[in-house]
């Protein structure tokens, strides 16, 4: 039973966050923004349209999508009964099996192949440390309907030229294929026997995915069991001629390119669906979280959701991931810049800020106009402290005179300097005196 109110009462709890949720600051927000600028910029350079689906879904959706036998859906959804009507509901933990979903709903293929892209948070209860959270952010691409090695091969080249939008460099691509069903299930026979003959060394989560799903024994992250990982039979050695040509095919495009990568013979992925191209970009500048984008094929997915059979591929990158690394690139670059401020005292000098900053809106800049009480001295430490380009003033006598003080609140030389500029001509001042500082700081940038 809850208490009477009484004074004595001590003071109510705090209310923190969900742990290995992050609240985004504005402090970090110019270097969000910059990025998903980036994305945004990126996609289009490669026609992908952009998809949106709903962050909760039917729970069978990620079971089916995802596969019963994944960490991901044995140990990291966060999954409920939804209170009024008993559905069980999850949070999405991954995009592409919302994607497919939708895809499928809204029979979008009927049309042809379709190159999408999304952004979001996705939710997973993983323990909580650098570059692992519980909500994250991804961005991710599906190309869906395209059965060649081509597609794969613009994929990677797509990824290669964000990183040198981005201007990150150090980060590796590692490409395997997982070959065919039929390929995949002799490989899986080969690596029982392998596993089975060396039971005892195996960790307990091993031992449990030697009955479940064996391929995920070679996705351990246990140093103990690399040694035997590393002994195990290795599915490139059994892949036919037919998947062999679809991984050379990738391969020599990226080769014509010019873009490196490793072939990795133990890269399988956490996923279920994956079929022959399988790729991750790792850097060894995060730690043990170095995997920033990974990737692949699963053309039996949108058969397996329930549409009609058409191959697909695609990749998520962890965003948290990718913008540590263009913060400890150590740029400020990424602060979102005022052009003005207006700083107004006595009488009809509010009216008169008002009407001159909404002009200089209207002709495209960006102004904060002080609000609140203050005089001229404690607005302008506001002004300088805001980081915007100039102060426009307005007091009484630039009210009668109908024009404003313009003082520059970044160079130098213009220190302490003002310039009388009437009003009505205050946008196109400004935007000409804002254009001549860009150009000021273009070797800057
Ligand atoms: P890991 O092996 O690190 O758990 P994963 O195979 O589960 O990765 P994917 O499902 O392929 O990862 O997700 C694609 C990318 O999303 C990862 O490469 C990573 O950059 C990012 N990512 C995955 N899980 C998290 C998380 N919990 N927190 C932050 N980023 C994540
Ligand atoms: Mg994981």
Known sequence: ??????????????????????????????????????????????????????????????????????????????????????????????????????????????????????????????????????????????????????????????????WEDLGLENIQLQLNTLGNAEERAQHRRALVEYFTAHHDALDEDSQRRLQTNPLRILDSKNPAMQ?????????????????????????????????????NPRLVRGLDYYNLTVFEWVTDQLGAQGTVCGGGRYDPLIAQMGGKPAPALGLAMGVERILELLKARGEEGYKPQTDVYVVHQGAG?????????????????????????????????????????????????????QKASVKSLREQSHDGQQVKVPFKDLPDYLSEQLLGSEDDDSDEA
């Open 349 to 401: 000098a509010q009216a008169a800020a008002f009407r001159v900053a909404e002009g200089l809106r209207d002709a495209g800049l960006d102004v904060l106009l002080h609000c609140g009480e203050g005089g001229f001295k404690a607005q302008f430490k506001k002004a300088d402290a805001s980081g915007a380009a100039f102060a426009v003033v307005i007091g009484e006598d630039e009210v009668k005179q």
């Open 1 to 162: 039973m809850t208490q009477p109110n009484d004074s004595s009462k001590p003071k109510a709890d705090r209310l923190p966050s969900v742990r290995g949720m992050n609240d985004m600051l504005p402090a970090e927000a110019g270097l969000w923004e910059f990025f998903e600028d980036s994305i945004r910029a990126w996609m289009h350079c490669y026609g992908y349209q952009q998809i949106r689906t709903p962050i909760l879904e039917h729970t069978r959706v990620f079971t089916r999508g995802i596969g019963e036998v994944t960490d991901i859906v044995e140990k990291e959804m966060y999954t409920f009964n939804d209170a009024l009507n008993g559905e069980s509901l999850t949070l999405r933990p991954e995009n592409t099996a919302s994607v497919v979903r939708a895809v499928i709903e809204h029979n979008l293929l009927h049309e042809g192949p379709k190159r999408l892209w999304y952004y979001g948070p996705m939710f997973r209860h993983e323990r909580p440390q650098r570059g692992r959270y519980r909500q994250f952010y991804q961005v991710g691409v599906e190309a869906l309907g395209f059965a060649g090695p081509d597609i794969d091969g613009e994929m990677l080249l797509m990824c290669n030229r964000l």
């Open 227 to 263: 040694a035997l990982i590393e002994g195990a039979p290795k599915l490139l050695d059994l892949v036919g001629a037919e998947s062999r040509a679809h991984f050379e095919g990738v391969q020599k495009i990226l080769r014509d390119a010019g873009v490196p990568y490793k072939i």
